[in-house]
């Protein structure tokens, strides 16, 4: 039987295989279950491109939940790193999934909004409004558990299609319209990742699926935070671990760790031959 995990995975996998560049569209009148013998043109160049260390549009204008105009810079340079998430407010599936998923590790790794990161979610419908996002927002908050100062620090936004555009390209995210239960376009195919950008926004991690491990997502806003956060310890993990752009997630690096292990050792041996080359003191005769 397959566990819970694998599920989601599969889940993950299934949905990514929906996407294609943001600009493009899927027509109605063509069915989603098409022939298995050919697939349908909008499931070609699917998935997520890792731009890492590309630069995000800051000069974009885009409106934050209160429905003021803002440039996506005004989120960032604030020596913190930035969590972000592209989706869309009125999505009924994987949306939900991915905001639950990103909060509840966020939630679990110790780290605060407004103190050792930011929160950014875009939408990539520019139908959707500020009250939409400003609802979506509230339930974000509630669901990570944030005291009410940590609120400046989230930012849930909506923009022109021009904005949205290159966010997603800087980003690597790739979505297509799809229709929805009535028949028209008011529903997306896309992934499912979180993505974590360096205070000078720049891409830095992706995490996929909507189960997101807490300690990959501390990891990862530690480095992206050029490790201006975290603890000692924290340091040593992320020594300890690397992060591995395939599966989009920390693995142990061995070789560092036995590497580790044989300084430990070789210094246990120096000072033990140091210990039995000392000459014991001896005590005058009749003392």
Same mark, same amino acid.
């Given at each position: 039987?397959?566990?819970?995990? +694998? ?17 493009? #569209? ?51 340079? $604030? ?31 110790? !780290? ?6 930011? /929160? ?18 509230? $339930? ?47 529903? !997306? ?23 997101? #491990? ?11 935070? +050029? ?8 340091? /040593? ?47 005058? /005769?009749?003392?």
């Amino acid at each position: 039987m397959l566990r819970p995990r +694998t599920h989601t995975l599969i889940l993950a996998v299934a949905l990514s295989a929906l996407i294609i560049p943001a600009h493009a #569209q899927y027509s109605a009148d063509r069915p989603v279950g098409a022939t298995a013998q050919q697939a349908p043109a909008w499931q070609k160049n699917a998935g997520i491109d890792q731009n890492l260390n590309r630069p995000l549009p800051l000069a974009d204008a885009f409106k934050d939940e209160t429905g003021r105009d803002l440039k996506l810079g005004d989120l960032f340079n $604030h020596n913190r790193p930035v969590m972000l998430a592209l989706m869309y407010y009125n999505c009924q599936m994987l949306c939900p999934q991915v905001l639950h998923g990103m909060a509840s590790a966020l939630r679990q790794s110790g !780290f605060h909004p407004g103190s050792e990161y930011d /929160v950014v979610v875009a939408s990539i419908d520019p139908a959707d409004t500020p009250a939409n996002a400003a609802a979506e927002k509230q $339930h974000f908050l509630s669901m990570i558990g944030a005291d009410p100062t940590a609120s400046p620090a989230v930012h849930f936004l909506t923009g022109p299609q021009a904005s949205i555009t290159d966010l997603a390209q800087a980003t690597g995210f790739h979505y297509v319209r799809v229709p929805g239960p009535d028949g028209k376009m008011t529903q !997306f195919a896309h992934s499912s990742v979180i993505m974590i950008a360096t205070p000078d926004g720049r891409m830095s991690k992706y995490l996929f699926g909507v189960d997101y #491990q807490p300690r990959d997502v501390r990891l990862a806003l530690i480095q992206a935070s +050029t490790r201006h956060i975290g603890t000692l310890s924290d340091l /040593v993990l992320l020594y300890c671990c690397s992060y591995s752009p395939t599966q989009g997630r920390y693995t142990v690096a061995v070789l560092r760790i036995l590497g580790l292990a044989g300084c430990a050792s070789l210094a246990a041996v120096i000072a033990m031959l140091w210990l039995l080359s000392k000459k014991p003191k001896t005590t005058p /005769v009749g003392a």
